[in-house]
């Protein structure tokens, strides 16, 4: 079975736009995190989530989680041209060792 | 800031030639782990590394793969004999245990490429 699941595949908005990206799971998990990735370049940890919380904010970054319907979002509110690239999100099922399990992903385009 | 570094950025070899791919964790993290991202794909799982040994690994970490921590600052990943389908781009993670803290931290990558 697929974990991690994320929708749109793609998505284009205008700078200053928000950007909204959903993730769904299959198992039970310790914590959610989301991670971005720029063309061809390592990635960047953004923001955890643990299955106790519902709501995280970073920055201008906001994160929900619902365990009851195993999905999250992650919303970059006013995006900018330099929030394009790829966004992951990856699940710490839970009482394994740590190991994540990334989903395909969303290609964010920002245009100026 | 600590950050995990990896060496090489680009390794081209030919099949069934031997590679390995360097890494550097950050100096107080105890766990360490490879990823592979195929192009175009998504990030895959392949073994995770606590105290000297390995704690789990993916199907795809077969025979023709191991790891290594051969001093206290390296973690290697040795591929015995390269195959076309190892080509992706790997990447070394590494996350510290204090405080649940459960975010890895990844290096910018080794591209692999086998000919």
């Known amino acids: 079975s697929q974990q991690g699941e994320e929708d749109p595949q793609a998505l284009s908005i205008q700078e200053g736009e928000n950007a909204t990206m959903n993730c769904s799971y299959k198992t039970s998990i310790n914590n959610l995190q989301w991670y971005r990735q720029n063309s061809g370049r390592g990635l960047v940890h953004l923001i955890l989530?643990?299955?106790?919380?519902r709501e995280k904010h970073s920055g201008r970054l906001r994160v929900t989680l619902d365990t009851s319907k195993k999905s999250s979002s992650l919303l970059i509110t006013a995006s900018r041209a330099a929030d394009t690239a790829s966004y992951f999100c990856?699940?710490?099922?839970?009482?394994?060792?740590?190991?994540?399990?990334f989903g395909q992903g969303t290609t964010l385009q920002v245009k100026p | 800031e600590p950050e995990v570094t990896q060496t090489p950025s680009h390794q081209v070899t030919q099949m069934g030639q031997e590679v390995i791919l360097r890494c550097v964790p950050i100096?107080?993290?105890?766990?360490f782990y490879w990823y592979r991202q195929i192009l175009g794909q998504k990030v895959e799982f392949l073994v995770s590394f606590y105290n000297n040994e390995i704690s789990e690994k993916s199907e795809i970490f077969d025979d023709q793969f191991s790891v290594e921590r051969p001093d206290g600052s390296n973690f290697t990943l040795k591929i015995r004999s390269t195959k076309l389908e190892d080509s992706a781009m790997y990447f070394c993670?590494?996350?510290?245990?204090?405080?649940?803290?459960?975010?890895?931290?990844f290096g910018p990558g080794t591209r692999l490429t086998v000919t």
């Open positions: 100096s107080n993290h105890l766990y």
């Open positions: 989530i643990r299955s106790n919380e």
């Open positions: 993670a590494s996350r510290s245990t204090s405080g649940g803290a459960y975010e890895q931290y």
């Open positions: 990856a699940t710490l099922v839970s009482g394994n060792t740590g190991k994540l399990i």
